[in-house]
């Protein structure tokens, strides 16, 4: 699969775990909590996040000045020029889809600790909608721009999301729209283009 089917078929992913969590568990995971062990559980949670946030970027960095990197560039750009060229894209898809799951999966266990519960609600789509809109605005393709993107609109969801409940996930909609219509590299790479020396810092 590519393109808008790949992306198609991991939401569908996303919706048919929310099913099964709901269909084997209709009352959630209830993780006993250690009262006596609490705040250091949560202390811990919280460098483990913080940990993989920061591998996270420094394995996208290395990633994208290795061989790995330029085959998922290629394939990115024109995946049936990528294999005409002796890239095996099936392999390499493979691979990004398996490494990109790695940080989601550490920090969803550790929420799991964290709130020492877990149910179908940790399976809806507004992660993935702000996950989304974060990469676009900052700017897809970068080490730096999911990074900055990520900052800027965790600030204002969570703004929105005390006062707005039930329209932020419309306003992200709107943000991801008006990015991919009128700022499709992202602040990034609108940097980029305007300030040429920027390019040894936003990478």
Known sequence: MRGAYFAISSLAICLSMKAVMAW???????IPPNIE????????????????A?????????????????A???IREDEDAAETRGV????Y????????SIPPA?????WAWYTTYAYEGDFELSPVVSIIAMTMLGGSGTVVGPVIGATILYIIEDILWASLPYVYLMIFGA???????????????????RVPEAKKYLF
């Open 37 to 52: 062990y609490f705040l250091l559980i949560r202390t811990i949670c919280y460098y483990i996040v913080a940990l993989t």
């Open 175 to 193: 943000i991801i729209v008006v990015t991919v219509l009128f700022v499709p590299k992202g602040i990034v790479g609108v940097i980029r283009e």
């Open 88 to 91: 095996n894209t099936t392999l």
């Open 24 to 30: 084997a568990r209709p009352y959630g995971i209830f």
């Open 54 to 70: 920061l591998g996270t970027v420094l394995a996208v960095y290395l990633i994208s000045r290795s061989k790995l990197g330029l």
């Open 72 to 74: 998922l560039v290629a």
């Open 93 to 100: 898809k493979l691979v990004a889809a398996v490494l990109s």
């Open 106 to 110: 550490i920090v969803g266990a550790s």
